[in-house]
């Protein structure tokens, strides 16, 4: 591929039973976006009406069908046209057989077109794990489905990005009980390569990255347990002498205000909550989430399908915009 030629991007419309139909629609309802890449509408004809009549925007598209080879056109979104979910109609704002079927439908055929080099990258509106689940998903989230489809059998993990402020975990979606012995060595350094490579995809030529400890104060030297000395600061250690600009293990309750005055580009946290909780006190409406570990940048919005206001048209995008802003950066650095 050219360098000059503007990268291929799908987007997704996520749960069409949440906002992701309405945030799909508005996002590409901006001049500026279909300027910025080739946005490739991967959604069936139904979940797209339902966004166009709640977000009161009729997109200019070209429908395409999934045996055609894609194109596009200056200044229009391409609409590959899905079949309708077997399971029909999804009921608005609650989860159900329906609505996972045609978000998964997209983000399989969007993972697929990635896979075969057609696209550069994936956006996608929120989805909702209930629904995917009921459609026939048996890995633990999205991630983990469309790193099976890919083939990726290296570590992979979500980053949360808030006004540059970038985030990896150890452990994701476990019960809190499993956490500390899934705490190893390997483990803690996977976590900090993955988002030291992610950051340098992303332009930063020398990440500054800041290892959490996993209990209250780091431990307290030992006092209120001793994971920090036996195995996150012998790890960080180990990523110093490879050349990592890792440091660690910082107390988790101090570590991100620290990181708030700019002192890191990254915080690597031991699990969930631990970095998620900080991260959308910062700005959850400005968040992203980028999947690391993919051969191409994956990403949407830190906010999730919000059935509360499904259907209100008052739905907020700047997530979301935020989501299209990197994965555009990220795939026309790697052409």
């Known amino acids: 591929m050219s360098a000059a030629r503007k990268p291929c991007i799908a987007v997704l419309l996520g749960d069409p039973a949440g906002v992701g139909p309405e945030m799909g629609v508005k996002l590409l309802a901006r001049a500026a976006n279909v300027q910025a890449a080739e946005l490739l509408l991967v959604a069936a004809p139904s979940v797209l009406a339902s966004g166009e009549r709640i977000a009161k925007t009729q997109l200019d598209v070209l429908r395409i069908q999934p045996r055609e080879p894609l194109r596009f056109e200056p200044g229009r979104i391409t609409h590959l046209v899905l079949e309708e ?3 029909g109609p999804a009921p608005l704002g609650e989860c159900s057989e329906a609505a996972g079927q045609a978000a ?66 150890v452990t994701s979606h476990v019960p809190l009980r499993e956490v500390a012995d899934l705490i190893t060595p390997q483990a803690v350094a996977d976590a900090v390569h993955i988002i030291d490579k992610a950051l340098r995809r992303a332009g930063i030529a020398r990440p500054r990255i800041a290892v959490s400890g996993l209990n209250p104060h780091a431990g307290d030297g030992g006092s209120i347990g001793r994971e920090e000395i036996e195995v996150i600061a012998p790890a960080v250690e180990r990523l110093r002498r490879d050349g990592l600009e890792a440091s660690g293990p910082w107390s988790p309750d101090t570590v991100f205000i620290a990181a708030r005055r700019g002192n890191f580009d990254a915080v690597v946290s031991m699990y969930h909550d631990q970095g998620q909780i900080a991260m959308k006190l910062m700005g959850f409406e400005r968040g992203v989430t980028l999947h690391g570990g993919l051969p191409v940048p994956v990403a949407t919005s830190a906010s999730g399908s919000a059935f509360d206001i499904a259907g209100k048209g ?22």
């Open 85 to 87: 979910p077997a399971a």
């Open 104 to 169: 998964l439908q997209a983000l399989t055929t969007a993972t697929e077109l990635a896979r075969t080099g057609a696209l550069q990258g994936i956006v996608f509106a929120p989805l909702n794990k209930h629904s995917l689940r009921m459609a026939g998903m048996h890995e633990e989230d999205e991630l983990r489905y469309m790193q099976a489809r890919f083939g990726v059998e290296n570590f992979v993990c979500e980053f949360n990005i808030t006004d540059g402020l970038w985030t990896s975990r």
């Open 314 to 335: 008052i739905a907020q995008i700047e997530g979301l915009q935020h989501a299209l802003d990197l994965c555009v950066r990220m795939a026309a650095l790697q052409q």
